[in-house]
């Protein structure tokens, strides 16, 4: 975005003195604290291309291995070996981040960002009464949409500021299953998650002579447990309960604030480190899938997380984080077709779906609300999938929007 002088002109008085200060703290952010993931806070369960474009319902149904992150007694019910590899496109707007309408800068209206994502990688083997899986899954992103406001005078750019903040957090998962009796079965995993969060906020004010930097790098892992139980009740209804534990995201954080006067000969350089945390509360699933015929099924999935036991410590600091508990509720369903494809008989499945996805923020209240399509190709053992997701909320009067396109394939020996 970019805007003149005089437009900057109340923003810029305040940044003068800002310049020698560390990055200031939000005021208001609604959903996007400087630790929300991007798009949604609800980040379990987690969901592949098959489950996303039936609208996230994944508690009783399993399509692929990567089921295993939201119900492990799932691998019972897949084929004696598979393997199973997704991605997505990830796109979301935002009114109110960083500094972004609860800090420093301005904007008139949502900015969009989007990421390109590698989302699973899972093996999952079943033998006897016995399955085990084990993978890697992409658990949240916390990239946010880059914001930048400058202006030139005579073709000299006159200041520059600009935010950016990246990071993601990946969860490394084992998982075991047990068939109690021939229509109940029990799972659980064990969950180490490890990531990134870096953030920047660049001011290079010419025009007075000096530059600031405030850049912070935090280093994230915690440990979880989930697990799942289903119970095919008859041969066409199944019902599951799943958990994850509430768990604590340890953030070694290292903070470097910059400051320059290269007419003047100057620099100053400020080094810190906090011991950061967030903890992450219990989340606990109750799902239904119905088959109605051997080409027509539906499901339904809630999802209760305690986010009002959620706490922060960021930047050696405790924010209030005045947040609610929240149920998200997701109904879908799949038409199950063939069709011929190199005189071969093809399964190509169509999905649909519809998710209501509410956020923590108590104030202001938000939730999402949206659709869910998809389809896939089976032959021989090796499927592909292609699911989509994209809802709107409305944050404090903005209309935020989230989508996200997944696919992924997979081999069953």
């Excluded at 399993?62 to 997505?88: E, Q, R, Y």
């Excluded at 957090?169 to 490890?194: E, I, M, W, Y």
């Excluded at 768990?247 to 290269?262: I, S």
């Excluded at 959620?310 to 984080?321: I, M, N």
Aim: aromatic fraction near 12%; glycine fraction near 10%; charged fraction near 20%.
């Amino acid at each position: 975005m970019k805007r003149r002088p005089r437009k900057l002109f109340l923003i810029l008085i305040g940044l003068i003195p800002a310049a020698v200060l560390p990055l200031p703290g939000q005021f208001h952010p609604g959903q996007y604290t400087d630790e929300a993931p991007f798009r949604t806070w609800n980040s379990f369960p987690y969901a592949g291309a098959a489950a996303a474009g039936r609208g996230h319902t994944v508690f009783a149904w399993a399509t692929d291995a990567s089921s295993t992150s939201a119900n492990p007694a799932l691998l019972l019910t897949l084929p004696k070996a598979t393997v199973a590899l997704g991605g997505s496109f990830q796109w979301a707007t935002a009114m109110r981040y960083g500094p972004v309408n609860s800090g420093l800068l301005i904007a008139s209206s949502p900015i969009g960002g989007s990421s390109f994502t590698g989302d699973h990688a899972v093996v999952s083997l079943r033998a006897g009464r016995f399955a085990f899986a084990a993978g890697v899954f992409l658990s949240e992103i916390y990239d946010r949409p880059g914001a930048e406001v400058y202006d030139n005078e005579n073709q000299a750019r006159l200041y520059t500021i600009r935010f950016t903040q990246t990071g993601l957090l990946r969860t490394f998962h084992l998982a075991a299953a047990f068939q109690l009796s021939p229509r109940l079965g029990l799972g659980a995993g064990v969950n180490a998650a490890a990531g990134r969060l870096t953030m920047e906020l660049m001011e290079d004010l010419r025009f007075l002579g000096f530059n600031f930097t405030s850049a912070k790098s935090s280093s994230l892992k915690g440990l979880s447990i989930n697990g799942g139980i289903f119970w095919d009740i008859s041969p066409s209804l199944r019902a599951a309960l799943t958990f994850r534990s509430p768990f604590t995201l340890e953030a070694g954080t290292e903070t470097v604030d910059r400051y320059a006067a290269p007419e003047a000969g100057t620099e100053i350089i400020i080094r810190g480190e906090s011991a950061d945390s967030f903890k992450r509360p219990l989340a606990v699933g109750a799902g239904f899938s119905i088959r109605h015929s051997d080409r027509f099924r539906t499901a339904l999935d809630v999802a209760w997380t305690r986010w009002s036991s959620y706490e922060a410590v960021w930047l050696g600091d405790a924010p209030v984080r005045d947040f609610r508990d929240t149920v998200r509720v997701s109904a879908g369903g799949e038409f199950l077709s063939t069709i011929r494809i190199f005189r071969k008989i093809v399964e190509a499945p169509f999905r649909f779906g519809l998710i209501y996805d509410p956020q923590p923020p108590a104030r202001p209240r938000s939730a999402y609300w949206g659709i869910a399509a998809g389809a896939g190709l089976a032959i021989d053992g090796f499927r592909i999938d292609l699911g989509g997701l994209i809802g709107t909320a409305q944050d404090a009067g903005d209309r935020l929007t989230s989508a996200r396109i997944s696919l992924s394939c997979g081999y069953a020996f």
